[in-house]
């Protein structure tokens, strides 16, 4: 008995202090990895000329956009296995977040949905990073299947959103309220689809559901009568009726084409200039390999067969 | 070493135990020491995590100059135009709350009756492991089932689309049923045999005892149980989220869509960059939170005083 009990003690001791020793690991990791990293650039800075891929080395973090991860966690896989010394470690936490830790050196990727300058509100921290633009994610407006509406027009999207029209009727669909599943106001997806689809901002009306996934919007727009909501295309599918925008069809050649303009960059953001192997992995994200394999079969839109390109002003010029 | 030269004088007199008693001195001062190396743990990860919460939350009010009473009175929720009124999810987490613990506290105190009094050894040995495996489920599971079963069930039965006040009290009553229906539980079997038999003894029936001195008697421990299980639906994110509808607005009905306190945090930390107003905004309702809970354990201490007595 006696021995047990001691036993127990320095049993929980012994995890009390490597718990404690963990802390001390993880501090003192972090810091070598980015140590790593820097001899890893200098490695990288002086055999650039040999230009051998697997001299690169070092740790990469990714955090932030839940939309973009699956895409940068799926290259970063592919990445690694030919660059067998460089980890890339992809995380989620939102726009938000991954603009944040890459702001103050946390991450050497900060993910986000929008332009940095749009949710920082500091200029000056907003101009060290710099964009990498790597993806376009397109959306549209979806409908209950019942409500009898394939097709809205900016006026009518802006007069449903604000609340002027507030039954199906009015827009030339069956007698039947209309109920707003909306993105919470700090929303990437909703800043887009309000500055692209709606060219306003809107306030959050009584009575309307904000829900923060795209599955739960597409099963409460599928499952309430009378819903509408809005999607990123890889998630629309025959259980909700998308809409076309003043006549146009939400198709991926539309958007490229400049004709449907409801869409925004993914920004993987970085620092000032990313070292070797963080440079090494954004030029991957952006070539043939990754844009026309993993971007197309995740649902995004390769950047590089956008005719057009906007800024972050929403100006749009042709390429 | 030097402890060697100072031996207690009893210590001489016993010249055959000095082993054994070095080894239990030695033991006394591990386990003083161990206990007071977690008790110190404890007490810096509290006091850091409230002084981090309380100087986010305050920044708010100190660095970007929002107003208290705005903050606090405000029904207007809109970030983007600098309008930070926080008083929708306070009410809202109120409002849910107090529903909850309206629906779950009949239900538990009669089940903890049901356990205790009526089929004391049933009750232990099936009803009991049940209602603990209730508490063990976990909340996005709750909230899945509020969403899938629950919602569409409401919008069919009432008025308005199912999400709202309503089905969040139900999801949130049934998460602290385990809790005030296993601290019930506990404080009747805890109660004097004495006092029944006695109450018998005068030719009281089953129920006149049960509502004439158990009741009353446990009643402080009850209202612990209460108050405890009111404190989990006040902090309970994920559920609740999933099925109140998340807007920002004081709802008219209680099936019309609204929020609270943990929802608007868990739907914006992530989108918001620290250090902005928005971001503040969100830890002052974490403050709030963090200060209703204190009141929460203040009123547990108050009531278990009472039963003491």
């Known amino acids: 008995m006696k021995f047990g009990k001691s036993a127990v003690l320095a049993l929980t001791l012994a995890f009390s202090v490597s718990l404690a020793a963990c802390g001390n690991n993880n501090n003192s990791s972090s810091g070598s990895s980015s140590s790593n990293n820097a001899s890893g650039s200098a490695n990288t800075a002086s055999s650039a000329p040999a230009s051998a891929e697997s001299t690169l080395s070092g740790s990469i973090i990714a955090s932030g956009s839940t939309a973009l991860q699956p895409l940068v966690d799926q290259a970063a896989k592919k990445f690694s296995e030919t660059n067998s010394d460089v980890s890339i470690q992809v995380q989620g936490g939102g726009s938000g977040t991954g603009l944040t830790q890459v702001s103050e050196g946390q991450v050497q990727i900060g993910n986000s949905d929008v332009f940095a300058e749009e949710k920082i509100d500091d200029a000056a921290k907003a101009a060290e990073l710099k964009d990498h633009q790597v993806a376009v994610v397109a959306m549209a407006a979806v409908v209950n299947k019942e409500v009898g509406v394939t097709n809205l027009t900016k006026q009518q999207l802006v007069d449903i959103f604000t609340g002027k029209v507030t039954n199906w009727k009015d827009v030339g669909g069956k007698d039947q309220g209309i109920v707003i599943i909306n993105r919470p106001s700090s929303s990437g997806t909703r800043a887009t689809f309000e500055k692209y689809a709606l060219g306003q901002k809107t306030e959050d009306l009584k009575g309307s559901i904000q829900e923060d996934s795209s599955g739960t919007v597409k099963k409460l727009v599928n499952e309430t009568p009378g819903a509408i909501g809005y999607l990123a295309f890889s998630y629309i599918d025959d259980t909700v009726q998308s809409v076309q925008y003043d006549g146009v069809d939400p198709t991926a050649d539309n958007v490229t084409s400049g004709k449907y303009p409801v869409w925004a960059y993914e920004h993987m953001y970085t620092k000032g200039d990313p070292d070797a192997a963080t440079q090494a992995f954004l030029d991957y994200m952006v070539s043939d390999e990754v844009q026309n394999g993993d971007v197309v079969e995740l649902g995004y839109i390769p950047v590089s067969k956008m005719t057009v390109t906007r800024d972050k002003d929403g100006n749009v010029t042709n390429k | ?309």
């Open chain 2, 1 to 309: 070493m030097k402890a060697n030269h100072e031996t207690p004088p009893f210590m001489k007199a016993n010249q055959e135990t000095p082993l054994l008693f070095r080894k239990h001195r030695a033991e006394e001062w591990i386990g003083r020491i161990y206990t007071t190396f977690c008790v110190a743990l404890l007490i810096v990860i509290i006091v850091s995590i409230v002084y981090f919460v309380a100087s986010k939350g305050v920044s708010t009010f100190a660095v970007n100059g929002v107003s208290l009473s705005g903050f606090l009175f405000g029904q207007n929720w809109q970030p983007d135009s600098d309008k930070f009124g926080a008083l929708p999810f306070i009410f809202g987490s109120f409002v849910t709350s107090l529903l909850a613990a309206v629906i779950a506290s009949p239900l538990s105190v009669c089940a903890a009756l049901f356990m205790t009094e009526i089929t004391p050894n049933w009750g232990k040995k099936v009803l009991q492991p049940v209602v603990e495996l209730l508490a063990g489920i976990p909340s996005v599971v709750y909230g899945f089932i509020g969403l899938s079963v629950l919602v569409p069930f409401l919008r069919s039965v009432f008025p308005g689309q199912g999400i709202g006040v309503a089905a969040g009290s139900i999801v949130l009553s049934i998460m602290i049923l385990p809790t005030i229906t296993s601290i019930a539980t506990d404080a009747l079997a805890s109660l004097p045999r004495n006092l029944k038999e006695a109450s018998y003894g005068l030719g009281a029936t089953r129920w006149q005892t049960i509502s004439g001195v158990v009741i009353p008697t446990v009643l402080p421990s009850i209202l612990t149980g209460v108050v405890l299980g009111m404190a989990r639906a006040f902090g309970e994110a994920l559920a609740v989220q999933m099925v109140i509808g998340n807007a920002p607005h004081i709802p008219s009905s209680l099936f019309e869509s609204a929020s609270t306190l943990t929802s608007v945090i868990t739907l914006n930390m992530s989108n918001t960059v620290m250090g902005s107003v928005q971001n503040n905004a969100l830890w002052s309702m974490a403050l709030i939170l963090l200060l209703m809970t204190f009141v929460f354990v203040l009123v547990v201490r108050l009531l278990e005083r009472r039963t003491k007595i």
